[in-house]
C-alpha cells in the first residue's frame, strides 16, 4: 500500500489539546478524494475507508498521554511549565541519542 499522509485540521491553539476532537475531525473531513487520486498512481489509492483507518490507527497513540503530557497540555494558555516541557524534550533526545 502506497504511503499517503493527510493531516486534517488542527484545533486552534487557543483550546488545549484534545486528540478526541483532533480524531473526530479526520474522520468527519470532507476531503476531495479525486484530487488525492490525481497525485497517486491510477488505482494504488487505498479506499477511503482504509485510508481513514490507518489514520486513526496510526494516531491512536494521542488518546493515551501520560501524566506528563496531560500537564503540558493542562498548562497549554498559561505556558508556566517550561522546565517540564524542557526535561521531557532533554530527556526524548537523550533516549533518541541512545538509540543512534
Known amino acids: 500500500m502506497p504511503v499517503l499522509r493527510m493531516r486534517p485540521a488542527l484545533p486552534r491553539l487557543s483550546n488545549p489539546f484534545n486528540p ?4 473526530n475531525r479526520v474522520v468527519k473531513a470532507d476531503y476531495d478524494w479525486e484530487d ?3 497525485l497517486v ?3 494504488s ?3 477511503q475507508e ?3 483507518k490507518t489514520v486513526l490507527k496510526n494516531y491512536a497513540f494521542l488518546k493515551d498521554l501520560n501524566e506528563l503530557l496531560l500537564k ?3 498548562d497549554s494558555k498559561a505556558h508556566g511549565e517550561n ?6 524534550l532533554s530527556d526524548l533526545r ?3 541519542n541512545a538509540l543512534v
Do not use: M, N, Y
Open 94 to 96: 537523550a533516549r533518541k
Open 41 to 43: 498512481r491510477r488505482g
Open 83 to 88: 522546565e517540564l516541557v524542557a526535561r521531557l
Open 20 to 23: 478526541e476532537v483532533l480524531l
Open 45 to 47: 489509492l487505498p479506499s
Open 36 to 38: 488525492l487520486q490525481r
Open 72 to 74: 503540558i497540555v493542562g
Open 50 to 52: 482504509d485510508v481513514l
